[in-house]
């Protein structure tokens, strides 16, 4: 079951998105990853029985949510928050938090400021800019970011020049032949294509807007993160991030990493059940007495 939900920001700017489940589930916000809309949403086979009531929303520029010009990571945070207080109602938050692949940033950003209760990062794209990251890329990974630090006005065409159909194509074209079985799925297909229809609206604005943040450095002190935090990768996953999140993991106090052998970029569709049940504080939150628990199982 889908409904419409609109908020207004503080603002004055619409925002516009989707809930999935039942109205009176426990909530929980997704945040979808690069240039794609309120369309996209992940377990809905599972929303009812788990009593789960999944929200997303169009960050401004896509989809229907009016663009901002001057819109950054933190503002951008703030208008999630803003959504959801407009939708649940203040005294729900906060809330569980799933954000996947370039949804990432803004996870972080909603948990560093303080109105995520558990953040699920699935498939998060890394922090490029970071210098222990970025040693671990192939050069050719390292262009995009040192081009958003050195040029960024050429960096903004370059992202610019894109549509919702090449973005698929090199997403394709990436991945590891178990995702592209999953994202050439004739229904999957259908719901990607307009969730990507959404998140190039305004002629890719929003998209260029989120790129440009996701490849600088990210203007969160991940220090300050005191939720509990999951972090989830697919072992055949060689798109997010250079080493599966081990170097995002050690950078969040408390942060639990789990490496699936079996999945690979497409985790939040291969194993919605695993991502559900992470949004639980119980199942979160990492032993007290190690501060980085982690289950990683070996790669194939």
Wanted: net charge negative.
């Amino acid at each position: 079951m889908t409904s419409a939900s609109l908020a207004v920001a503080a603002n004055g700017c619409t925002l516009t998105g989707t809930s999935y489940g039942p109205v009176d589930g426990r909530p929980v916000l997704y945040l979808a990853g690069a240039a794609t809309g309120r369309e996209m949403s992940f377990g809905e086979d599972l929303l009812d029985a788990r009593g789960v009531r999944l929200i997303t929303m169009d960050r401004p520029g896509m989809g229907g949510s009016t663009p901002d010009p001057d819109r950054t990571v933190a503002s951008t945070a703030d208008d999630y928050r803003t959504f959801l207080a407009g939708v649940l109602g203040e005294e729900s938050l906060p809330v569980p938090v799933v954000a996947n692949s370039q949804g990432g940033l803004f996870g972080l950003a909603a948990a560093e400021r303080g109105w995520a209760s558990v953040l699920v990062l699935v498939s998060a794209a890394d922090e490029v800019a970071h210098p222990a990251v970025r040693a671990l890329l192939p050069a050719s990974a390292r262009m995009l970011p040192d081009l958003v630090a050195q040029h960024p006005m050429r960096a903004r065409e370059l992202l610019g020049s894109f549509t919702a159909d090449s973005l698929r194509a090199m997403i394709l074209d990436g991945s590891d032949p178990s995702d592209r079985a999953v994202y050439s799925e004739p229904d999957f297909a259908r719901r990607f294509t307009a969730a990507l229809e959404q998140g190039f609206a305004n002629e890719g604005a929003g998209y260029v807007v989120d790129t440009m943040a996701a490849m600088a450095a990210w203007p969160i002190d991940l220090s300050r993160i005191s939720c509990p935090v999951t972090v989830l990768y697919g072992a055949l996953d060689g798109t997010h991030s250079p080493d599966q999140g081990v170097t995002l993991a050690s950078r969040i106090p408390g942060a639990r990493r789990t490496l699936i052998p079996d999945a690979g970029g497409a985790l939040l569709w291969t194993h919605p059940d695993v991502v559900l049940d992470a949004t639980q504080p119980s199942t979160s939150a990492p032993d007290a007495r190690d501060a980085r628990a982690e289950n990683t199982f070996p790669l194939r």
